[in-house]
Each structure stands twice: as structure tokens, then as C-alpha cells.
């Protein structure tokens, strides 16, 4: 071996043993992440946490229950909007349209799902927080769902165009119309993928922080109905993150555990549908 | 796939009995009703861009394109220059960037040319679940983990090594450009691995192979066949990553110090458009003040749109290029 091509292989080994590194790195971050939330999140989370109300300022103790209904209002508010408009519009992109029309709502969903969060926060204000002079559930509810709808939109056209053609054309054979063909073969046939479609959506808007900033603002009580501001999770965490107690401090990362653990439950649980088949053999 | 390929060789006659049709059996009445779906992402979105434009336009007329170089942000005097927080978010994607690009594509390459499918596949499993990470998570680890770091170990190391650089001089405060982009990069870096890596593994295998087999090594097949092959498509996955880094907020907002200050110093405190707009809007009294920190949505929201474009473009381009020449 000459030194020349003993050098050439020195350099790829060497090159490639960092790529490795470079992999490691990245994924060693999720268990960074997750480890520092579990050790300061595990010893700050107790029952009160789930099931009191914020304590005043300077006060000990308390919770976020406020917040974690909160939340689950303002995502049941958005995937009320965003799942209809993504999945029915997903059904006309991949049956009924065409290609100019689908075309132009693939980039227009494209073009909305690459706007940051913060620009639809200011667009839920100005359309919703604006004309009700106040902020509430439903501004908030809206920021998200908006954001739910290209991605539901997306994945479930995709899930719905790999469904074989035979079936359709089986279903269209028996004399079925053809909105027939699609709800009772076309969509039992990709429910899995649009399941999945549907939960990551959900996942994604579940940690948005900055579209709430100034739509579901915040509140330090209980927010009946749907026309008050409300707490949610994420905000209860950066505002308890940004101030200066230390009480508060240990309450963020609760939530932060909170949140993060449903987050990724979701997200595990979406994939692992996915995975265990796809109900839809590729013709 | 229209509706009406799905009646073949229908006269005019028969095509209008057909759809009448279509309109008992309920096929026209659910294709209108999607329809309305489908138009109403279109409507939503062209409504966006309006209220952007509409909500601006105070400042808009009276700032000019005065308003993208002026320093001053004075809510008091309503005066309102956007200059501290175009330089701080561009700073501080900068930053992000030239951390992110080599590990990410770094870590890319491992994944899409050296691991096993199955190591690649579980490694790929837990990349897409660090990009489900919210936002406000990696602000909190960057508030209580990554700044103390910073100011009490990298940025005092860092100066007194490479201190004679303007770039790394100042006191130590921990928030600050620097800070902020170290964790944006954090941030980016799965998007730019889930997307070079695809991009990397459709390269044709005939590529690696000739290289291979005209006696290069591993890497000089990866580093220069592989890689240029499929350069317009990573190029495209930074872009992304480039336009994510430039409209995230929380994370920012909650280390980069909140301070409209230009310095050539990235251990400075500074400011992003996106975290003026998070900061301040509630905030905003006055409709020139509002209307101001509308219009940096408006730059904003221009500035991902532009960068989006591009990259999907590119990963488009580089896609095909490879599954075209695979089937030739």
C-alpha cells in the first residue's frame, strides 16, 4: 500500500467515523432534552399541579388545571376547524379535481403551512380578536386550527391517491356512484394514513406557543365558555419560565414535561398505526 | 382524476342524462361540498396576505422604505425603524446555520450512506421526534441549561481564545445572538437531516458505484460523486431550515435578550422581528405602533414565503434529476 492511497484511506475512515459523530450528536439531543425534563419536571410535578389554580404572585403552590383544560379546549376548537377543511378538501384534491385547481390549493396549503406561527397569530388577531374587541378560546381555537389544515390537507391526499386504483374500479364496476365508492372503499381503505395525518396535525399544534400569544392571551382563572381569554400550556410555560420566581420556575417545567410527554405519546402512537400495516397494499 | 373521465365515450346526450345522474346519486352534490373545502384553504390564504397588507398600511405610507433602515424603535416618539430586528434575526440565522449545515448534513450522510436500513430507520424515527419538540420546550432547556452554560463556561472561554475577533468580545451577559443561535440550530438540524437524507438516498446507485469502482475510496465516492449528485436538493433543505430559523419565536424570544441593538459583537443581547412582534404586540397602544409591528409580520412572512418557494423548487429539481436517470 502506498502512502499516497494509505492516507486516502485514513481520511475516508476519519470522514466517515464523523458523519457518525455528527448523527450521534443530533439524536443525543432528544435524550438531553428529555432527560433534564424528566429529572426537573418529575420532582416538581404532584396532584395540585393537575388540579388547583394558579396561586397568586409570591404565594407557593398551586397548579395549572386552568391551563390543561384550556388547552384542551383551544385543540378541540381547532381540530373542529382544521380536520373538516383538511380532510374534505384533501377528498376533492385527490377525487374530483382538476390538475389546475388542485394545483393551485396545493400551494396555497404549501404556502400557509410555511408561514411562521407568530405571522398567523397577528392574522387571527386582526380576523377574529379585532371584530370581537377581546381575546377568547375561539381567536386562539382558530391560530391552530389554521394550522392543522395544510398539514391534514397534505398527508391525507397523499394517503388517499395511493389507494389502488382496482378498488375503485371494483367499487365503480358494482354500480356504485362514485361519492359511494369513496366513503364506503376510498376512505375505509386509507384510514390509517389520514389517522395518522390527523394526529400530527394535532401534535404539531398542540406545543404552538406564539399564534396564542395574543389571540387566547392568558388567564390566571378558570375560563367558562368560549368567548374569554383562556390559559394554555405552552404560554403558562413561557411566562413562568420568563419571570423571576422560583416557584414558578419549578411549575414550567412540569408543564413542560406535561406537554412534551403528550407530544410525543401522539406522535409514537401516529407512527406505530401507520406501521403495523398499511391497510392498503400497493398494487 | 376529473369526474367526468370516469364516463367513458359519453355522447352530448347521454353526458347530460348523466348528469342528472350524478346529481340524484349525490356525486355532483359532493363534489361541490369538497369543493367549497378545498377553495376555502385558497380564500383563507389570499385573506392572510391581504390583512397583512391592509393592517400595515399606516406604517406602510408613513415610514416608506425609510422604515428598513432606520435604527430607532421608539414607541414613545412613534417612531418605528425595523433595522435592530432585521440584523438580529439574520445574525442570529447565520449563526443557526453554520452550526446546523455541517452537523446536519454530516449526520445525513452517515444515515443515508453508512448505516444499516435498520439503524437508519430507528435513528430516522427519533430525528422526526426532536422536530415534533415545540418551540417553547427549547426555550425553557435554553433559559435554564443553555445560558448559564454559555455565559459561564463557552462565552469567557471563547474570549479568551479567540477574543482579539470583534465577534467574540463583550461581556458575558448569556443571552444574546450567539446564544440564540446556537439554539435555533438545535432547532433546524432535523429538518435539514429528514431532508438531505432523502435526497441523498435517491441518488441513483450506479453513481456510487462507477465511483466506487474506478478505485475511489468510500468517502471520496460520497464526498464527490454522491453528494454533488444530489447538492441542488440539500441545497433546497437549507433553505428551509433557513426560513424555519427565521420565523421562530418562542425560543428566541426567551434567550436572545429582547434588547434592539445592532453589534458586530454576538455575545451582545439583540432582538428578532419574530420576538419584537411576541413582546410587543399585546403591548401595542396606538395604531401606528401596531400597525408598525404588523408590517414586520408582513417582512416576515415575505421573507419565508420567498424561501420556501426556493427550496421546495430545488428539492423538486434534484428529485427527479435522480429518479430520472435511475430509470435510464
Redesign the interface.
Known amino acids: 500500500m502506498s502512502p499516497r492511497l494509505r492516507w486516502r484511506k485514513f481520511v475516508s475512515g476519519f470522514m466517515l467515523a464523523m458523519t457518525g459523530v455528527c448523527a450521534l450528536v443530533a439524536v443525543s439531543v432528544l435524550f438531553f432534552i428529555l432527560g433534564y425534563l424528566v429529572y426537573h419536571g418529575g420532582t416538581s410535578i404532584n396532584w395540585s399541579f393537575f388540579t388547583k389554580l394558579p396561586t397568586p404572585v409570591g404565594e407557593t403552590g398551586g397548579g395549572m388545571a386552568n391551563a390543561i383544560v384550556g388547552s384542551a379546549k383551544l385543540l378541540l376548537a381547532a381540530s373542529l376547524l382544521g380536520v373538516p377543511i383538511g380532510f374534505l378538501g384533501a377528498i376533492y384534491l385527490a377525487e374530483f379535481s382538476g390538475s389546475k385547481v388542485a394545483f393551485v390549493v396545493r400551494y396555497a396549503a404549501d404556502l400557509l403551512n410555511g408561514v411562521p406561527s407568530i405571522v398567523i397569530g397577528i392574522f387571527a388577531y386582526s380576523l377574529v380578536v379585532l371584530p370581537f374587541k377581546h381575546f377568547s378560546t375561539l381567536a386562539g381555537g382558530f391560530a391552530l386550527g389554521l394550522m392543522m389544515v395544510p398539514i391534514t390537507l397534505r398527508s391525507t391526499e397523499e394517503f388517499l391517491l395511493a389507494v389502488p386504483r382496482a378498488l375503485r374500479e371494483a367499487a365503480m364496476a358494482l354500480g356504485a356512484s362514485k361519492w359511494k365508492t369513496i366513503v364506503t372503499v376510498i376512505v375505509p381503505a386509507a384510514y390509517r394514513g389520514i389517522l395518522t395525518a390527523v394526529l400530527l396535525a394535532f401534535a404539531r399544534v398542540a406545543g404552538e406557543t406564539a399564534p396564542l400569544l395574543f389571540t387566547a392571551f392568558g388567564n390566571r382563572y378558570w375560563s367558562p365558555g368560549w368567548n374569554q381569554p383562556t390559559a394554555s400550556l405552552p404560554v403558562m410555560i413561557f411566562t413562568y419560565a420568563v419571570a423571576p420566581y422560583e416557584d414558578w420556575h419549578r411549575q414550567a417545567w412540569a408543564a413542560g414535561l406535561v406537554l412534551l410527554g403528550l407530544i410525543l405519546v401522539i406522535n409514537i402512537v401516529a407512527r406505530a398505526i401507520l406501521a403495523r400495516g398499511i391497510a392498503v397494499p400497493r398494487a | ?3 367526468t373521465t ?1 364516463v367513458p365515450s359519453a355522447s352530448p346526450i347521454s353526458g347530460s342524462r348523466s348528469f342528472v345522474r ?1 346529481l340524484r ?3 355532483e ?3 361541490l ?3 367549497l ?6 380564500l ?5 396576505i391581504f ?2 397588507w391592509q ?1 400595515s398600511a399606516l406604517a406602510r405610507h408613513k415610514f416608506g422604505l425609510q422604515f428598513f433602515f432606520t435604527r430607532v424603535w421608539d414607541p414613545i416618539a412613534e417612531q418605528f425603524g425595523a433595522l435592530p430586528f432585521i440584523y438580529g434575526t439574520l445574525m442570529t440565522a447565520t449563526v443557526s446555520l453554520v452550526i446546523a449545515v ?6 445525513a ?3 443515508a ?3 444499516p436500513a435498520r439503524l437508519s430507520d430507528a ?1 430516522e ?6 422536530a ?10 435554553g ?3 443553555v445560558v448559564p452554560l454559555m455565559r459561564d463556561y463557552v462565552q469567557p472561554g471563547l474570549k479568551a481564545t479567540l477574543g482579539f475577533l470583534p465577534l467574540f468580545s463583550g461581556p458575558a451577559y448569556g443571552v444574546g445572538f450567539l446564544t440564540a443561535g446556537i439554539v435555533l440550530a ?1 432547532m433546524v ?2 429538518y435539514i ?1 429528514s431532508v438531505s437524507r432523502e435526497v441523498l438516498m435517491s441518488v441513483p446507485r450506479d453513481q456510487r458505484e462507477a465511483a466506487l469502482g474506478l478505485g475511489s ?4 465516492s ?2 464527490k460523486v454522491v453528494v454533488p449528485f444530489a447538492r441542488t436538493g440539500i441545497m433546497g433543505s437549507i433553505f428551509l431550515a433557513l ?1 424555519r430559523a ?5 425560543a428566541v ?2 434567550v436572545i435578550g429582547n434588547t434592539p441593538t445592532i453589534s458586530a459583537s454576538l455575545f451582545s443581547p439583540g432582538y428578532t422581528i ?1 420576538a419584537v ?2 413582546n410587543e ?2 403591548e401595542a397602544t396606538g395604531d401606528l405602533y401596531l400597525q408598525a ?2 408590517e414586520l ?1 408582513l417582512v ?2 415575505l421573507l ?2 420567498l424561501l ?1 418557494g426556493l427550496a ?1 423548487l430545488l428539492i423538486v429539481i434534484t428529485s427527479q434529476r435522480g429518479s430520472g436517470t435511475a430509470h435510464a
Not at chain 2, 37 to 42: L, P, Q
Not at chain 2, 44 to 48: N, Y
Not at chain 2, 217 to 220: D, H, I
Open positions: 382524476m376529473a369526474a370516469s350524478r346519486e349525490g356525486d352534490v359532493a363534489r361540498i369538497t369543493f373545502f378545498a377553495v376555502s384553504v385558497v383563507v390564504t389570499l385573506l392572510l390583512a397583512l393592517g455541517p452537523l446536519g448534513i454530516g449526520a450522510i452517515f444515515l450512506e453508512l448505516a435513528l424515527f427519533f430525528i422526526d421526534l426532536l415534533a419538540v415545540p418551540s417553547v420546550i427549547y426555550g425553557l432547556l433559559v435554564f441549561i438545535i438540524i432535523p437531516i475510496t468510500r468517502w471520496e460520497t464526498w426560513a427565521l420565523g421562530e419565536t418562542m424570544t426567551m419574530a412582534i411576541a404586540f399585546t409591528l404588523v409580520g416576515l412572512f419565508t414565503f420556501n421546495r
